[in-house]
């Protein structure tokens, strides 16, 4: 079983819709989680960063931590063409090591 | 803004070869990282590197080594290059300033032949 999970899509939405992207992980050590966005051909970039359980909003953007779940979620509101990316979640524990486990990321695709 | 660049965006190698990938970042950051990016997979780490000289694996270090002999630079080696190497190659680095946050470089499409 791999330790991040998360479901690869593609997922196809239309402009306005509210998306929901979603990761599952195995390993309860897990204190750090973060959600990156990847253009085709580029580096992934840091959109949200959460410590621990709870939730976290910037923007159009929220975050949410389940740690009793060991589930995590980014919520789009508003979806626009722009947001069409690969979006990937990570996660480390807070061990002091920076090991940062990627989940295999889920293509987003909002259409016009 | 940080910039993490990488020497190469395409390189092309042949089986056996012994292949250099190059990281350099701008910002003192004092913690860097090789992943590689296969579909279905995602970003898997192969190795990071706390301060100058000091390494550590990651989870698929096979077939790969590393080199930081200065703070800004990164160095990922193929030994012998292999074509289940054949990958996209992505450095990244992290500052204790910037608390989680790993800067990426655009990447190296390697296709080993």
């Known amino acids: 079983q791999k330790e991040v999970e998360q479901d690869p899509g593609p997922l196809s939405v239309p402009e306005g819709a509210i998306v929901s992207l979603n990761c599952t992980y195995s390993n309860s050590a897990f204190q750090y989680f973060m959600w990156y966005r990847q253009y085709s051909r580029k580096g992934p970039e840091l959109l949200m960063y959460?410590?621990?359980?709870g939730n976290k909003e910037d923007g159009r953007f929220t975050a949410q931590v389940d740690k009793s779940s060991k589930y995590i979620s980014l919520f789009i509101r508003d979806s626009q063409p722009s947001d069409s990316a690969t979006y990937l979640c990570a996660m480390r524990d807070g061990s002091g090591t920076y090991k940062y486990i990627f989940g295999t990321g889920t293509r987003l695709k909002v259409l016009a | 803004d940080v910039k993490v660049t990488q020497s190469s965006r395409y390189l092309v190698k042949r089986t056996g070869e012994k292949v250099f990938l190059e990281c350099v970042q701008d910002?003192?950051?004092?913690?860097m990282f090789w992943y590689r990016q296969d579909p279905g997979l995602g970003l898997r780490l192969i190795y990071f590197?706390?301060?100058?000289?000091?390494?550590e694996k990651g989870d698929i270090p096979e077939g790969y080594s590393v080199s930081r002999e200065k703070k800004e630079r990164f160095s990922l080696i193929l030994e012998s290059a292999s074509t289940n190497q054949t990958s996209m190659y992505l450095c990244?680095?992290?500052?204790?300033?910037?608390?989680?946050?790993?800067?990426f470089g655009s990447g190296t499409q390697l296709s080993v032949l």
């Open positions: 910002m003192d950051h004092e913690n």
């Open positions: 590197s706390y301060d100058v000289k000091m390494k």
């Open positions: 990244a680095s992290r500052g204790d300033r910037e608390g989680e946050k790993l800067f």
């Open positions: 959460t410590y621990s359980s």
